[in-house]
């Protein structure tokens, strides 16, 4: 049974070259293509303007990703660098911490893991951390 072309997805498709000479000897040539499961024809024009839209579809779909790809290391150093400035500023203010005292640097590998984790959420990937994977995992 022959699917209609709403049915069918075009999976298969062969060229369609017709050549017609008239009583004048004037040859005209339509070429496109043609579906072989529901025999739909796409002429020339047809088969360009879809080769132009799959182009600027694939263009754009760069375009959006484009951003995701700077987004890694410059941006992300960054990121860590304005959290621990904020820390710091907050550590200023309460003086709850010394700089020099373990809980600090405890502090700021937390704060890092933590811009790390909006880095990769903003990317839609998820790796485990470091902090995550615990003592007995090989990194």
Known sequence: MTPTPEECRHRELKWNITAQTSVMAIQTTVWGVECVGCGRKW?????MQA?????ASQERVLELERP?????KGVRDDARRRALN???GWIDVTGALQ???SYY???QAVIEDAVECGAQAALGIR????AERGPESPP
């Open 51 to 55: 080769v132009v839209d799959l182009s």
């Open 68 to 72: 995701r790809r700077g987004y890694t």
């Open 105 to 107: 640097y405890e502090l």
């Open 127 to 130: 790796e485990p951390l470091e």
């Open 86 to 88: 904020i820390l710091n």
């Open 43 to 47: 002429d020339v024009g047809q088969v």
């Open 99 to 101: 700089r020099e005292a």
